[in-house]
């Protein structure tokens, strides 16, 4: 393994080339957390020949509150480490030498949620199948000592749109329904354009009026425009707005990083809502999507339990007329290095949940 403190000028390209390949993973998302307390250690791990074959950015937080002693800290890989999981002594090296460097940060534990399919398809239908890397990571966890984490900080599931398809496939692969309302939208002359830094502001305040409408809560604007503007930027964003006789009626931000283009966030106002702008700002995704070269267009969510009561139901049913096929991964896990430390932070500080939500998007 290789690490020094400061992330390499060509950090996103070596992880472009890696399996899972995440926007959480960028230098860009470790400039962002670094100016909310987070210190970011890259590390890579090398065959022989210098070919970069896995990589982790690990994020340090302090512990600054509670009866903890002072010192102490937790790490944090989102969406990580990147590596193909499907070699298991590549695996296990890189999570033992993971476990070794949250030994010498004097951490409390580690945490990981990489983004290995442990199954595709809704549970309890015919489309369901397990994914043999993602079962046999799991098995990994339980042998390991890992423990599946009380507080989740990246949705677990999600939809995945296959995208190498036809657009003609890629559009006969959605439901009926959502089908008729891409095509309703462009007969009532909604139009779509890709945005830049100067729509981020009215994107924002879109945004805004999405979260008090929908019943969510969402950081300052000055925390989006910050993200969105890196990413910009760096080539990784790009802005598709919505617009009814030139207004901005819906955006969608679309995230590229290697093969993968995720969609993360979602906003639409009150007006115009009956022309569908939704449905064709995602149809114009997966068109982005397949220009950019990538393979799959992540759609970022989908519910805990497929069940009607699930928070994510209403959005996983829009997601799903989509085509795309359900994703489940295993979640967070966290490795305790102090038992006695993780389980007074977990079950004992409060402040707990609220901290780590500040690693989330």
């Known amino acids: 393994m290789t690490s020094e403190n400061t992330i390499p000028d060509n950090w996103n390209?070596?992880?472009?080339?890696?399996?899972?390949?995440?926007?959480?993973?960028?230098?860009?998302?470790?400039e962002v957390k670094s100016r909310m307390g987070w210190e970011a250690y890259p590390k890579l791990w090398k065959k022989e020949d210098g070919t970069v074959e896995a990589a982790a950015l690990v994020l340090k937080r302090p512990i600054k509150a509670g009866p903890l002693p002072s010192g102490k800290s937790f790490l944090y890989v989102p969406r990580g480490p990147l590596m193909d999981w499907s070699n298991e002594s590549l695996r296990d090296l890189v999570l033992a030498d993971l476990t070794d460097f949250a030994k010498t940060q004097g951490a409390l534990f580690i945490k990981i949620d990489p983004d290995i399919p442990v199954s595709f398809g809704e549970p309890g239908t015919e489309e369901f199948r397990p994914e043999t890397t993602g079962q046999k990571l799991l098995a990994y966890y339980q042998e390991h000592g890992w423990r599946h984490s009380p507080q989740q900080i990246q949705f677990a599931n999600s939809v995945w749109i296959n995208t190498k398809p036809s657009l003609d496939e890629l559009l006969s692969n959605m439901k009926q329904r959502t089908r008729y309302k891409v095509r309703l939208a462009e007969k009532?002359?909604?139009?779509?354009?890709?945005?830049?830094?100067?729509d981020f502001e009215p994107i924002?305040?879109?945004?805004?009026?999405?979260?008090?409408?929908?019943?969510?809560?969402?950081?300052?604007?000055?925390?989006?425009?910050?993200?969105?503007?890196?990413?910009?930027?760096?080539?990784?964003?790009?802005?598709?707005?919505?617009?009814?006789?030139g207004k901005m009626v819906a955006a969608v931000m679309i995230f590229i990083t290697g093969k993968t283009a995720r969609y993360v966030y979602g906003m639409s106002g009150s007006e115009h809502r009956e022309k569908m702008p939704?449905?064709?700002?995602?149809?114009?995704?997966?068109?982005?999507?397949?220009?950019?070269?990538?393979?799959?267009?992540d759609l970022w969510g989908a519910p805990d339990e497929f069940t009607e009561s699930d928070r994510m139901w209403g959005v996983y049913q829009f997601k799903r007329g989509l085509g795309g096929e359900v994703v489940i991964t295993p979640g967070a896990w966290d490795l305790p290095i102090s038992q006695i430390g993780?389980?007074?932070?977990?079950?004992?500080?409060?402040?707990?949940?609220?901290?780590?939500?500040?690693?989330?998007?």
């Open 278 to 297: 939704n449905y064709l700002l995602q149809w114009e995704a997966i068109k982005l999507a397949k220009e950019k070269g990538c393979t799959i267009y």
């Open 188 to 198: 009532k002359n909604v139009s779509v354009r890709r945005g830049n830094p100067s």
């Open 342 to 361: 993780y389980e007074l932070f977990v079950h004992s500080l409060p402040k707990f949940i609220s901290l780590l939500k500040k690693v989330s998007k």
């Open 13 to 30: 390209e070596v992880i472009a080339a890696l399996p899972g390949a995440s926007l959480l993973q960028t230098s860009q998302w470790a």
């Open 204 to 245: 924002a305040n879109l945004y805004a009026e999405t979260s008090a409408r929908d019943g969510f809560l969402i950081r300052e604007k000055n925390y989006y425009l910050d993200v969105w503007q890196r990413f910009y930027k760096a080539g990784m964003l790009t802005p598709l707005i919505a617009e009814v006789e």
